[in-house]
């Protein structure tokens, strides 16, 4: 079979990347269309590939400030050709699903989201507080282009595999699309206990970016007394430093095996945002650790309240200071916690997805 990945951009490895790589692995001879690739940013595996890449790539200052091309993407994403492929997987939380592929070709989408900032994000991100009121209105109506072409092009895939039921439930409400769930890959091998005995400190790892609601963790560990370590970058950091005063530390990006000695030691680590998965919460049960985490989202699926930590009901400060205070003074059982995050390892994702990009075009689900 010859396969083409497509993934929306690489430059860096997070959650899609990781899933990436696992595909990468199970098809070595696949090759890997993107609209952006700065080269080193991901893992040997990914590297690996032959990567081409759109015209996006060739534009001033693309490795700083791709997402300021955002309303290209749409035109860069359909020029790619698959007529030497008869396989055709999409790994997708932009425009990555809206390829064009030839008639017959089979088009499997692996959806992390659809378009946040297109459908119930504009204002975290293009907001007047963000662009100030004029770059707010000016993007409101490119925006809106944007929802509605990701809208029409939503019948390009054969077929629709989801992250999460909850992004299923978002695949069905934005594109009109049934969506089967495969819950993205955790490394259990990696990340592990090593009977390292918990600091009292919370820990954050994150793209420091609106929805993440960094800002709110900042406050609750602030009222509940405990200190704060935030590993991770992005445009919100210059903000947030301002909102915490002194009253967090910031790491910026570091290595996994720095993030694995940071779960292992952290008391408790926090997921204060809405994610349609969240492999954060994952990685640290994987290393024993309890999660604090809204009851919203992709957290449902991955955290057990009482048994592998908090879910906080109330999006306010104040609750989810509660919530701290609540896992800081539980006693979880760090097997129950372990066994759980080993149920989302990388071979069972890889069998899964794998077996669905095999699949005959026949069980396409129907539109």
């Not at 492929?85 to 017959?104: E, Q, W, Y």
């Not at 989201?113 to 507080?129: K, L």
């Not at 963000?130 to 770059?135: D, I, V, Y």
């Not at 090593?194 to 994150?206: H, K």
């Amino acid at each position: 079979m010859k396969l083409a990945l497509v993934h929306d951009w690489l430059t860096g490895m997070r959650g899609g990347e990781k899933a990436l790589e696992v595909m990468c692995e199970r098809f070595p001879d696949a090759e890997l269309f993107t609209l952006i690739h700065l080269p080193g940013s991901v893992s040997p595996a990914i590297e690996r590939r032959p990567i081409h890449t759109s015209f996006v790539q060739r534009l001033p200052g693309v490795a700083k400030h791709y997402r300021h091309y955002l309303p290209l993407f749409p035109t860069a994403i359909e020029q790619f050709s698959f007529d030497r492929f008869d396989r055709v997987l999409s790994l997708s939380h932009c425009v990555a699903k809206s390829v064009v592929t030839p008639s017959g070709v089979p088009h499997l989408c692996y959806c992390f989201t659809p378009m946040r900032y297109a459908w119930d994000q504009f204002d975290a991100y293009f907001g007047p507080d963000k662009l100030g009121t004029l770059g707010s209105a000016v993007m409101r109506p490119v925006m809106s282009r944007m929802a509605r072409w990701d809208r029409e092009t939503s019948n390009r895939p054969d077929r629709y595999v989801a992250i999460s039921h909850y992004v299923a439930g978002r695949i069905d409400r934005y594109y009109n699309r049934t969506a089967s769930v495969v819950y993205p890959p955790v490394d259990t091998e990696f990340y592990h206990p090593d009977g390292t005995v918990p600091e009292p400190f919370a820990l954050i790892v994150s793209a420091l970016v609106p929805y993440k609601r960094i800002e709110l963790a900042i406050e609750a560990c602030a009222l509940a007394h405990l200190p704060l370590k935030i590993v991770g970058d992005g445009p919100d950091r210059d903000a947030l430093e301002r909102v915490a005063r002194g009253r967090a530390q910031f790491l910026g990006r570091v290595p996994n095996d720095q993030v694995r000695e940071l779960y292992r030691r952290a008391s408790v680590v926090l997921l204060p945002g809405e994610e349609d998965f969240g492999i954060v919460p994952l990685e640290a049960q994987a290393c024993g650790r309890p999660v604090v985490a809204m009851n919203l989202g992709g957290a449902r699926e991955t955290v057990i309240a009482g048994t592998t930590g908090v879910l906080v009901d109330d999006m306010s400060v104040d609750a989810f200071a509660a919530g701290i205070a609540d896992a800081m003074q539980a006693r979880f059982d760090l097997g129950a916690i372990r066994a759980h995050a080993e149920q989302f390892g990388r071979a069972r994702f890889g069998d899964e997805l794998e077996a669905l990009v095999r699949a005959p075009l026949a069980t396409a689900d129907a539109r």
